[in-house]
Nanobody, 120 residues
Framework: QVQLVESGGGLVQAGGSLRLSCEAS???????????AGWYRQAPGKQRELVAS???????NYADSAKGRFTISKNRAKNTVYLQMTSLNVEDTAVYYC???????????WGQGTQVTVSS
């Protein structure tokens, strides 16, 4: 069982930027060279929603709300997936979760979540 550990959340003013990181605790072959990964978020009182995903081959997919502002990437050598977020607004406030799995539509491993709070 692989562990996913997120970091990089915090409090930022509207218009600011944050970079989230998700490290997979697994030795040997690069985890993200084998599995797809992505970021979901859940705001208070709302359902969890996909923000961005990246396939094992590097194909990316974004929610409409993230297009043009967020960028998902991965570093295979570091076993880490990133979410660079720019032009943040208060609607981006949520707990962000990293997920991974055989495909971008079937994540089976999850991190504990990291809080992102955007102030106006």
């Amino acid at each position: 069982q692989v562990q996913l550990v997120e970091s990089g959340g915090g409090l930022v003013q509207a218009g600011g930027s944050l970079r989230l990181s998700c490290e997979a605790s697994r030795s040997g072959a690069s985890f993200f060279a084998i599995y797809a990964a992505g970021w979901y978020r859940q705001a208070p009182g709302k359902q969890r929603e996909l923000v961005a995903s990246i396939s094992r081959l590097g194909a990316t997919n974004y929610a409409d709300s993230a297009k043009g502002r967020f960028t998902i990437s991965k570093n295979r050598a570091k076993n880490t997936v990133y979410l660079q977020m720019t032009s943040l607004n208060v609607e981006d406030t949520a707990v962000y979760y990293c997920g991974a799995g055989a495909t971008s539509q079937a994540f089976t491993s999850w991190g504990q979540g990291t809080q992102v709070t955007v102030s106006s």
